[in-house]
């Protein structure tokens, strides 16, 4: 049974850093590219970040960009997202999901990915 779990997430003071992890379970997880996404309260999802199967492609959305950097061990069957600088508008509910199709490139679009993990909380307040 395909399993996504994020951990990692928390309170955090704005400036802060958390790292976010995606342990997958129930696939070759080195076969898919992976996406993180956010929603937060009132808010439609958000796309944040995405990988390729060998991570040789990432994109990031323009509010994250320089911030937070994606990465993955196929061996340890996680995927990271590593949160630098971390600002109030970065609160949510993170959440990291797969992506079917060719693994050699990803997208931060929402509907092309199609199993999700239940998300973890990032609370970013002084």
């Known amino acids: 049974q395909l399993q996504l779990v994020e951990s990692g997430g928390g309170l955090v003071q704005p400036g802060g850093s958390l790292r976010l992890s995606c342990t997958t379970s129930?696939?070759?997880?080195?076969?898919?590219?992976i996406g993180w996404f956010r929603q937060a309260p009132g808010k439609e999802r958000e796309g944040v970040s995405c990988i390729s199967s060998s991570g040789g492609m990432t994109q990031y959305s323009d509010s994250v960009k320089g911030r937070f950097t994606i990465s993955r061990e196929n061996a340890k069957n996680t995927v990271y997202l590593q949160m630098n600088s971390l600002k109030p508008e970065d609160t949510g509910v993170y959440y990291c999901?797969?992506?079917?199709?060719?693994?050699?490139?990803?997208?931060?679009?929402?509907?092309?990915?199609?199993?999700w993990g239940q998300g973890t909380q990032v609370t970013v307040s002084s």
């Open positions: 129930g696939f070759t997880l080195r076969y898919y590219a």
């Open positions: 999901a797969v992506r079917p199709g060719s693994p050699y490139v990803c997208s931060v679009m929402g509907s092309e990915y199609n199993d």
